[in-house]
């Protein structure tokens, strides 16, 4: 069986990593002499990133490069890419070597088997710190619960899509892309395969905490109402309890009258109901923030250069 395989490369700040990751991608598919190309998204990288892809693509035109015109975030990046896809089956993997190239042949051999997307679980995770595998645990929990889409635990980016559900993914026009979501959203045959995910090679992660939380933030706006449910029953909870407590007084004071104290009770309720306004107030913002985005239609990403590209992307899409 004759077939092509794109990996999807997005890259930002890897100077380090380019030639150890290209030098293990390669001996993998000349092992298995696999009709390959190398996507690789320069996403607005400060360091030598694009210089080095160059050179390399210029010596071998199995790598493509598509330098995108600042730096848009690994999610977009990926989208840039998948667009820009010509293989039968397309694997996003990262450049830092925490997807072990090795593994690949194990998901096309789950593709020819016939899934349509065989994903990568990690069985274990090197050199991340305890606080960080514990937050990542429980952000997959909470998801999972909140959301109706079933989004596999332990699994990155790192998998192979048939090109039918790439088509798929492309027909997504939402600017606010959790991409985790999205690739089971689209659904299909699925099914994974374990791994061990490695420290990364060289450089560091560029995904801090504050960076994680919004990412997480965006996976539960992206596919979850249930944070604005949670305004609505607090606010029912509330309502009824304070209901209670208006019936209490109300009684109390018939009863026994009033010695009008009362301060502390008053400040409590004021501060209390002026915080809960202000949470769901904030939740109602984190929607209305991601509207107003998706509103303004603008393209997803912006290309500066395509290097050892064929067909552009405009022709491409013409030609659909
Ligand atoms: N990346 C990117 N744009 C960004 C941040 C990261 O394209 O703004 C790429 C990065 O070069 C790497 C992959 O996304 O190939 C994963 O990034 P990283 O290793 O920093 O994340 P982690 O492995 O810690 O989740
Ligand atoms: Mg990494």
């Known amino acids: 069986m004759e077939f092509k395989l794109s990996l999807i490369v997005p890259m930002y700040?890897?100077?380090?990593?380019?030639?150890?990751?290209?030098?293990?991608?390669?001996?993998?598919?000349?092992?298995?002499?696999?009709?390959?190309?190398?996507?690789?998204?320069?996403?607005?990288?400060?360091?030598?990133?694009?210089?080095?892809?160059?050179?390399?693509a210029q010596i071998d035109n199995h790598i493509k490069v598509i330098d995108l015109s600042r730096n848009f975030g690994k999610e977009i990046a990926m989208s840039a890419g998948f667009k820009y896809a010509s293989g039968d089956a397309i694997i996003p993997i990262d450049a830092d070597l925490q997807d072990p190239p090795s593994i690949i042949p194990l998901l096309?051999?789950?593709w020819i088997e016939g899934y349509d997307v065989v994903y990568a679980t990690r069985s274990k995770r090197e050199g991340e710190t305890v606080f960080k595998k514990m937050t990542a645990h429980m952000f997959y929990r909470v998801i999972t619960k909140l959301t109706r889409i079933n989004i596999p635990e332990d699994t990155g980016d790192f998998r192979l899509m048939s090109r039918q559900v790439v088509d798929a993914l492309n027909q997504l026009p939402?600017?606010?892309?959790?991409?985790?979501?999205?690739?089971?959203w689209v659904g299909f045959k699925q099914t994974s395969v374990t791994y061990q995910r490695e420290a990364r090679f060289a450089?560091?992660?560029?995904?801090?905490?504050?960076?994680?939380w919004n990412?997480?933030?965006?996976?539960?706006?992206?596919?979850?109402?249930?944070?604005?449910?949670?305004?609505?029953?607090?606010?029912?909870?509330?309502?009824?309890?304070?209901?209670?407590?208006?019936?209490?007084?109300?009684?109390?004071?018939?009863f026994y009258g009033n010695p009008v104290a009362g301060y502390p009770s008053l400040m409590v309720a004021i501060l209390f109901f002026g915080g809960i306004q202000l949470i769901t107030l904030g939740i109602i913002g984190e929607y209305i923030g991601r509207i107003y985005n998706e509103t303004k239609r603008r393209p997803l990403f912006l290309v500066r250069e395509e290097i050892n590209i064929s067909s552009s992307l405009t022709e491409k899409e013409n030609s659909l």
């Not at 993998?28 to 320069?42: D, G």
């Not at 450089?203 to 994680?212: I, V």
């Open 13 to 56: 700040n890897e100077q380090d990593n380019i030639e150890t990751f290209f030098k293990s991608i390669k001996s993998t598919m000349l092992e298995h002499s696999y009709n390959y190309e190398i996507l690789c998204i320069n996403d607005g990288s400060k360091d030598n990133t694009l210089p080095l892809l160059r050179d390399l």
């Open 108 to 110: 096309v051999n789950k």
């Open 174 to 184: 939402e600017h606010h892309r959790f991409m985790k979501g999205l690739f089971s």
């Open 203 to 212: 450089g560091k992660t560029s995904f801090n905490y504050w960076k994680l």
């Open 215 to 254: 990412f997480a933030l965006e996976g539960i706006t992206s596919f979850s109402f249930a944070p604005l449910q949670f305004a609505s029953y607090l606010g029912f909870f509330v309502s009824i309890t304070s209901f209670v407590y208006m019936l209490y007084l109300i009684f109390n004071t018939i």
